[in-house]
C-alpha cells in the first residue's frame, strides 16, 4: 500500500511538472488598451522586458522584494527591476546556460543562484559576485537564507546550514555573524563589524585554492542534521526556528543555531499530515501554513509545537497558501478559493452560488496580487477573475491568457504579467498610488535593546525572567539527572523535558539516570549555570514556550 501511495505522489508530481512546462509556452502579448485599462479601474505604471535568447528561452522564476522585482530567466540571465519604476538596476550572467533548477534566494545583502550544483551570492546592488561555492552535496530543493545563514536540502534528506561570510565596505572579508553556535563551542564570539561599518558590496575576491569552481571566502558549515524526508520545498524560515515540510507531510522543526549535529528540536515528534503534501507551505512569523492531499490546510505553531487549526478544503491544496496580517487565501483543486481567518481557520465568506452557499469563490484558481478592495486571482484557462476582497463575490473577468508566466506578489497590491518573450508589465488600482503591503512591518520608536546575556534561544516572557535570575548555588553532589531536575522544578517553578527521542537517535539509553553534580554558582544567571552543570555530561537544552527541553550534545564537553 506504501508502494502504490509513493507512486500516486510521483504521478502527481509528474503531473504538476506537465503543468510548469504550459509555463515554457513563447507568446507575444499586446500591451493593454486604455479602454480595458479604464474598465478595470486600471494604471500601467511601467513596462519592460528582459533579455531572452530566443524562444527557447523564458522566465524561471520571478519575485517580488520590498523595492524590486527580481527575474531569472532559463539561460540563466538574472535582472533586478525598481518595483516600481520599471528600472533596470542591474543585470547579469554566469555560470552555465541553461542550467537554472531552482529559483532564486534572497536576503537584504546578497541574491543566491544555482547554476549546476554550484552556488553564486551576487551583491543585491551590483550584481557582483560576492563568493562561489560548490558544496559537494545533491541540492534537493532551492536554498533558504535569513540575514546570516544559508540552509540547504540534500537528496539525502540532510539539512545543512551554513555561516555566510561578511565583508566591509572595501571588500575585505571580515568573518561571519555572531552566533549561539560558536559563543556555546569556541566560547567567544566570531568578528564582527560596527553596523556603521559594514557594507555587503563586496569585490570579486580571487580564485580559492586554485579550485575555478570556489570563488571568494565560503560559507562555513555550523551543522546538519538527518531528517530521513524527501526534501522537495524550501525550508521556513523564524527568529529562531528553521523547519521543514518532507513531501509525504512530515514535519520537522530545528533550532537556527544548533550546535548539535545529530539532535532535531521537533516542533512536535511526529506530527505529519494525513497525506503527501505536494505545493510548497507558507509561514506567518512563527506560524506555518501547510496544505496537503488530505485536503485540509494545517495551521501549526512551530514554537510551541501544536496544532492551531485544521479547516477542510473538500480536495487537494495545489497552490501555496497566500497570507496576508489578518487573512490566508488558499485553492482547493476543486473548489476555488477560499479566505480564512489567519488565526482561527475561520471562512470570512459565504457566497451565494444559486441553490446553495459556499465559503469558496469557484470561479478563481489562484492568488496572483490584492489590495484592501479586490483580489485578482486566475481561472484554469488563464484569464484574470477580479473579486470583492470583503464578500468574495465575483465582478469581473479579463482574458490575460497570453501573458503565461504568472507572477504571484505576496508583498505588495501591484499586479505584475509577465509573457516568455521578456514582457513584463506593472499595473495597479487607480486608487492607491502607494503599495500597500499584505505583511506590516513592527515599527517601534523604542531604542534596541542590548543582546540577551542568556546563552540560549529566546523563551517566553516568564521563562526568559526565570532564566535570567542571577542565583547562588553550593556545589552540589553527584545524582541521577532526573532527581536534579525535579529539584529545580520545586526551587524555580521551571518545566523540564527530556526528548528521548533524541536521545535514542544517537544510542544514548537512560539519559535520565546520568550521574550529574551541579557546580557553584555565585551570582550569576540561572541559564549560565544550567549550560556549566549539563556540559560536562554531554547534554544541552533549548527553552520552548514555558518548558526547557533537553537534548543531547554532539559530544560531551569532558572529551572535547
Same mark, same amino acid.
Given at each position: ?62 519575485? #517580488?522584494?520590498?523595492?524590486? $522585482?527580481? =527575474?531569472?530567466? !532559463?539561460?540563466?540571465?538574472? *535582472?533586478?527591476?525598481? +518595483?516600481?519604476? /520599471? ?26 543562484? #544555482?547554476?549546476?550544483?554550484? $552556488?553564486? =551570492?551576487?551583491? !543585491?546592488?551590483?550584481?557582483? *559576485?560576492?563568493?562561489? +561555492?560548490?558544496? /559537494? ?424
Amino acid at each position: 500500500m506504501r508502494n502504490f501511495t509513493f507512486a500516486f505522489i510521483l504521478l502527481l508530481i509528474g503531473i504538476n511538472s506537465k503543468a510548469a512546462d504550459n509555463l515554457k509556452i513563447f507568446t507575444q502579448p499586446d500591451i493593454p488598451s486604455q479602454e480595458v485599462l479604464d474598465r478595470l479601474n486600471l494604471k500601467m505604471m511601467w513596462k519592460a522586458f528582459s533579455p531572452m535568447e530566443g524562444k527557447r528561452d523564458g522566465y524561471h522564476d520571478v519575485q #517580488v522584494s520590498d523595492s524590486q $522585482i527580481i =527575474a531569472q530567466t !532559463r539561460s540563466g540571465t538574472i *535582472i533586478v527591476f525598481n +518595483s516600481e519604476t /520599471g528600472e533596470v538596476i542591474w543585470k547579469t550572467n554566469f555560470g552555465k546556460p541553461y542550467q537554472v533548477v531552482y529559483n532564486l534566494a534572497f536576503n537584504d545583502k546578497f541574491i543566491f543562484a #544555482v547554476n549546476e550544483n554550484d $552556488i553564486y =551570492a551576487l551583491d !543585491r546592488k551590483t550584481g557582483n *559576485i560576492s563568493w562561489q +561555492s560548490t558544496f /559537494g552535496i545533491s541540492i534537493s530543493a532551492p536554498p533558504s537564507v535569513d540575514k546570516s545563514h544559508l540552509y540547504l536540502s540534500g537528496s539525502n534528506g540532510r539539512i545543512y546550514c551554513y555561516a555566510l561570510p561578511m565583508f566591509k565596505k572595501n571588500g575585505e572579508f571580515i568573518g561571519y555573524e555572531k552566533s549561539d553556535f560558536y559563543n556555546r563551542t569556541l566560547k567567544k564570539p566570531i568578528p564582527d563589524a560596527p553596523d556603521d561599518s559594514v557594507d555587503f558590496n563586496a569585490l570579486v575576491p580571487q580564485t580559492t585554492g586554485g579550485n575555478p569552481r570556489l570563488r571568494g571566502p565560503q560559507p562555513k558549515i555550523i551543522w546538519e542534521f538527518q531528517t530521513r524526508l524527501i526534501l522537495n520545498y524550501p525550508m521556513l524560515l523564524t527568529e529562531t526556528i528553521v523547519a521543514t515540510v518532507g513531501l509525504k507531510g512530515d514535519l520537522v522543526a530545528l533550532n537556527i543555531h544548533s550546535d548539535l549535529s545529530h539532535t532535531t528540536v521537533p516542533a512536535n515528534q511526529g506530527y505529519e499530515t494525513d497525506k503527501a503534501v505536494i505545493v510548497p507551505p507558507s509561514v506567518y512569523e512563527s506560524i506555518a501554513y501547510i496544505g496537503s492531499m488530505d485536503a485540509c490546510l494545517h495551521s501549526f505553531d512551530l514554537q510551541s509545537g501544536k496544532l492551531l487549526w485544521r479547516y477542510t478544503i473538500g480536495s487537494t491544496v495545489h497552490h501555496r497558501p497566500f497570507i496576508t496580517d489578518e487573512e490566508i487565501f488558499v485553492t482547493g483543486e476543486r473548489n476555488g478559493v477560499a479566505k480564512l481567518d489567519r488565526e482561527t481557520g475561520i471562512p470570512m465568506w459565504n457566497i451565494n452560488n444559486g441553490s446553495r452557499l459556499t465559503p469558496f469563490q469557484e470561479k478563481s484558481d489562484r492568488m496572483i496580487a490584492a489590495n484592501s478592495k479586490f483580489l485578482y486571482t486566475l481561472d484554469r484557462s488563464g484569464r484574470m477573475v477580479i473579486i470583492d476582497r470583503k464578500t468574495g463575490a465575483y465582478l469581473t473577468t479579463w482574458d490575460i491568457h497570453d501573458f503565461v508566466f504568472p507572477v504571484v506578489n505576496r508583498t505588495t497590491d501591484r499586479i505584475f504579467l509577465a509573457a516568455n518573450n521578456g514582457l513584463l508589465i506593472c499595473l495597479r488600482d487607480r486608487d492607491f498610488p502607494k503599495p500597500m503591503f499584505h505583511v506590516k512591518k513592527p515599527v517601534s520608536n523604542e531604542p534596541s535593546t542590548p543582546a540577551t546575556t542568556v546563552d540560549a534561544p529566546t523563551p517566553d516572557a516568564n521563562l526568559k525572567k526565570i532564566l535570567e535570575t542571577k542565583i547562588k548555588e553550593e556545589e552540589g553532589v553527584e545524582k541521577p539527572l532526573q532527581e536534579l531536575l525535579d529539584e529545580l522544578t520545586k526551587k524555580y517553578n521551571i518545566k523540564f523535558e527530556i526528548n528521548k527521542k533524541a536521545f535514542a537517535a544517537m544510542m544514548i539509553e537512560d539519559a535520565d539516570k546520568k550521574p550529574v553534580k551541579a557546580p557553584a554558582a555565585d551570582n550569576i544567571p540561572l541559564a549560565v549555570w544550567l549550560t556549566e552543570t549539563l556540559d560536562p555530561i554531554g547534554v544541552t537544552y533549548q527553552p520552548v514556550a514555558d518548558t526547557i527541553l533537553l537534548f543531547p550534545s554532539a559530544k560531551p564537553m569532558k572529551d572535547k
